[in-house]
């Protein structure tokens, strides 16, 4: 597949595991119960005939209008703030459409969401799916996007304004002594503060339940009896979540980069902690043997994760000048980040070893920051979108904080820096930001089987540094319908990444139904 700068920039914005941002005081980590063992309860499936008080919402007509991107419709859906007490008010959610070219032969409609949470759907399809997915598919399909609830265009939750955002990212999430852990503790504190002050009424029905069912409510609207999926990274929880809502309306999903929904918080942390230290070590391995060209020096890779360790440590007392205009310093929360981005895709490995070099050679870390910001969605402004706000929103709402005190972090430390030399302990720290969350959460680790579905096609990368590859294994071994698509290589998710094993395999199940058989291995 022939992905353009633009498509491969969308993807590293868009592709994100369950938690996004790991290595900053706006670590988006998916927070679950405390513990290590995996849940035992499943989640049950929704009545088959729709209740009475939502058939207004499963009977609405879409105005369809342009939207400023050529090719593109759009319109809103209403669907209820809450689905326990519809008569207490409607949300808008915006839903966005490229419709089928291939004269007599449109399947239907074909779902697309990013990940996250809090990746744009829209803005993913109109930068990447409905424009590089195969021709094939998007000739066949309309291609169709909604941003979920608090996302996007989507009644977005807000939390803090440019300026406090840049201060909140550069908080130190590798806390020296106690009074810095304080410091860590109150920027959650304040982060979550802001997110109540200003977004209160949406906060409480932003839950990938909620999510799933909006887009059941979609599926409805669209005229599709079953719902076919594309989801990428959190967008296999979302689909997966759907299938256990609704298994008889399962069309064709695909969920690729897949997370596991029975993890309970310290083991789904740690997990990705270790598939941060893999990817890294992936891209080292490849650094050290550039010789002269790799900022780490030459040598093995468990050296060059000593030395970039060893670079943090002098950000964390003195941070970088940039040559950049925003005026910002690189300190270690930007560096980690910045990092942590290129781990995502290979293709973005040259940009970190340049960026590495600017800031370790020459001492300056504009190259760091600009992978950071592209990480955060930080506009040239100051400005950011909305995906750290929903994020946070979404996974604290999901599931019950993985910490709940400083001291729980602190106990769990060795844990994660044995996972990761270089990553763990901010990691660890970092996901300590759900314990100051003004909503209670309403979900907990859970199996999903959707049984009586048709058969799913779960992607896994076997060095995926955000949803590692247990996790693919163990959310097809759960889904009754499960088929296992393993591609053994870098990066985060495998479809249009260029192995033309995973590609045609995909497109073939999404153009004529027909499923891999499960355990399938491509390179």
């Given at each position: 597949?022939d992905?353009?700068?633009?498509?491969?920039?969308?993807r590293?914005?868009?592709?994100r595991t369950c938690?996004?941002l790991?290595?900053?005081?706006?670590?988006?980590?998916?927070?679950c119960s405390?513990?290590?063992?995996?849940?035992?309860?499943?989640?049950?499936?929704?009545?088959?005939?729709t209740p009475a008080?939502?058939?207004?919402y499963?009977?609405?007509k879409?105005?369809?209008?342009?939207?400023?991107?050529p090719?593109?419709?759009?319109?809103?859906?209403?669907?209820?703030?809450?689905?326990?007490e519809?008569?207490?008010?409607?949300?808008?959610?915006?839903?966005?459409?490229?419709?089928?070219?291939?004269?007599?032969?449109?399947?239907?409609?074909?779902?697309?969401?990013?990940?996250g949470?809090?990746?744009?759907?829209?803005?993913?399809?109109?930068?990447?799916?409905?424009?590089?997915?195969?021709e094939?598919?998007?000739?066949?399909?309309?291609?169709?996007?909604?941003?979920?609830?608090?996302?996007?265009?989507?009644e977005?939750v807000?939390?803090?304004?440019?300026?406090?955002m840049?201060?909140?990212?550069q908080?130190?999430?590798?806390?020296?002594d106690?009074?810095?852990?304080?410091?860590l503790?109150?920027?959650?504190?304040?982060?979550?503060?802001?997110?109540?002050?200003?977004?209160?009424?949406?906060?409480?029905?932003?839950?990938t339940?909620?999510?799933?069912?909006?887009?059941?409510?979609?599926?409805?609207?669209l005229g599709?009896?079953?719902?076919?999926?594309?989801g990428?990274?959190?967008g296999?929880?979302?689909?997966?979540?759907y299938?256990g809502?609704?298994?008889?309306?399962?069309?064709?999903?695909?969920?690729d980069g897949?997370?596991?929904?029975?993890?309970?918080?310290?083991?789904m942390?740690?997990?990705?902690?270790?598939?941060?230290e893999?990817?890294?070590?992936?891209?080292?391995?490849?650094?050290?043997?550039?010789?002269?060209?790799c900022?780490?020096?030459s040598?093995?890779?468990?050296g060059?994760?000593?030395?970039?360790?060893?670079?943090?440590r002098d950000?964390?007392?003195?941070?970088?000048s940039?040559?950049?205009?925003?005026?910002?310093?690189l300190?270690?929360?930007?560096?980690?980040?910045g990092?942590i981005?290129?781990?995502y895709?290979?293709g973005?490995?040259?940009?970190?070893?340049?960026?590495l070099?600017?800031?370790?050679?020459?001492?300056?870390?504009a190259?760091?920051?600009?992978?950071?910001?592209?990480?955060?969605?930080?506009?040239g402004?100051?400005?950011?979108?909305?995906?750290?706000?929903?994020?946070?929103?979404?996974n604290?709402?999901d599931l019950?904080?993985a910490?709940t005190?400083?001291?729980?972090?602190?106990k769990a430390?060795?844990?994660?820096?044995?996972?990761?030399?270089?990553f763990?302990?901010?990691?660890a720290w970092s996901?300590l930001?759900?314990?100051?969350?003004?909503?209670?959460a309403?979900?907990?680790?859970?199996?999903i089987?959707?049984?009586g579905?048709?058969?799913?096609?779960v992607?896994?990368?076997?060095?995926?540094?955000?949803?590692?590859?247990?996790?693919?294994?163990?959310?097809?071994?759960?889904?009754?319908?499960?088929?296992?698509?393993?591609?053994?290589?870098?990066?985060?998710?495998?479809?249009g990444r260029?192995s033309?094993?995973?590609?045609?395999?995909?497109?073939?199940?999404?153009?004529?139904?027909?499923?891999?058989?499960?355990?399938?291995?491509?390179?």
């Amino acid at each position: 597949m022939d992905i353009s700068r633009r498509a491969r920039r969308s993807r590293l914005l868009s592709f994100r595991t369950c938690g996004t941002l790991f290595v900053t005081a706006g670590l988006l980590i998916s927070g679950c119960s405390s513990g290590s063992s995996t849940a035992d309860a499943s989640m049950a499936a929704l009545p088959r005939s729709t209740p009475a008080e939502l058939a207004p919402y499963y009977g609405q007509k879409l105005s369809w209008h342009e939207c400023g991107v050529p090719g593109f419709e759009c319109a809103s859906m209403k669907v209820p703030l809450d689905y326990a007490e519809p008569d207490t008010g409607d949300i808008k959610l915006a839903v966005a459409r490229k419709q089928a070219t291939k004269k007599g032969g449109r399947i239907g409609s074909l779902l697309v969401n990013p990940g996250g949470p809090g990746g744009s759907a829209i803005g993913y399809l109109q930068s990447y799916a409905a424009l590089g997915y195969p021709e094939e598919v998007r000739a066949s399909y309309d291609m169709v996007a909604v941003d979920p609830r608090g996302v996007a265009r989507s009644e977005p939750v807000t939390c803090l304004d440019g300026k406090r955002m840049d201060a909140y990212t550069q908080t130190d999430v590798t806390p020296d002594d106690r009074g810095e852990a304080e410091k860590l503790s109150t920027a959650f504190e304040g982060f979550a503060d802001g997110c109540e002050s200003r977004s209160a009424t949406v906060l409480p029905h932003v839950s990938t339940v909620e999510a799933a069912r909006d887009m059941d409510v979609l599926r409805a609207v669209l005229g599709d009896e079953k719902l076919s999926y594309v989801g990428a990274s959190y967008g296999t929880f979302l689909g997966a979540t759907y299938a256990g809502l609704y298994p008889e309306r399962v069309g064709r999903l695909v969920l690729d980069g897949a997370m596991d929904p029975s993890l309970p918080a310290r083991r789904m942390n740690r997990d990705q902690t270790a598939g941060f230290e893999t990817a890294f070590r992936s891209f080292a391995k490849d650094c050290v043997a550039r010789g002269a060209e790799c900022p780490l020096g030459s040598g093995s890779p468990e050296g060059a994760g000593k030395r970039l360790k060893s670079f943090f440590r002098d950000l964390d007392g003195a941070p970088l000048s940039a040559s950049d205009t925003s005026g910002r310093k690189l300190g270690e929360a930007l560096a980690t980040t910045g990092v942590i981005a290129a781990m995502y895709d290979e293709g973005a490995w040259p940009q970190l070893r340049d960026a590495l070099t600017s800031a370790i050679k020459d001492k300056d870390g504009a190259g760091l920051l600009s992978l950071s910001d592209s990480y955060y969605e930080r506009d040239g402004d100051g400005s950011y979108a909305n995906l750290m706000f929903a994020n946070a929103a979404v996974n604290c709402l999901d599931l019950p904080p993985a910490f709940t005190s400083p001291d729980e972090v602190e106990k769990a430390l060795p844990e994660f820096e044995k996972a990761s030399p270089v990553f763990g302990e901010g990691l660890a720290w970092s996901s300590l930001n759900c314990a100051y969350w003004p909503v209670e959460a309403t979900g907990g680790p859970h199996r999903i089987e959707a049984e009586g579905a048709a058969p799913i096609v779960v992607v896994g990368t076997t060095r995926d540094p955000a949803t590692p590859y247990r996790w693919a294994k163990a959310l097809a071994s759960q889904l009754s319908s499960g088929r296992l698509l393993t591609y053994e290589g870098d990066g985060h998710t495998a479809y249009g990444r260029g192995s033309e094993c995973v590609d045609s395999t995909i497109n073939a199940y999404l153009l004529k139904g027909t499923a891999p058989e499960d355990g399938k291995r491509c390179s």
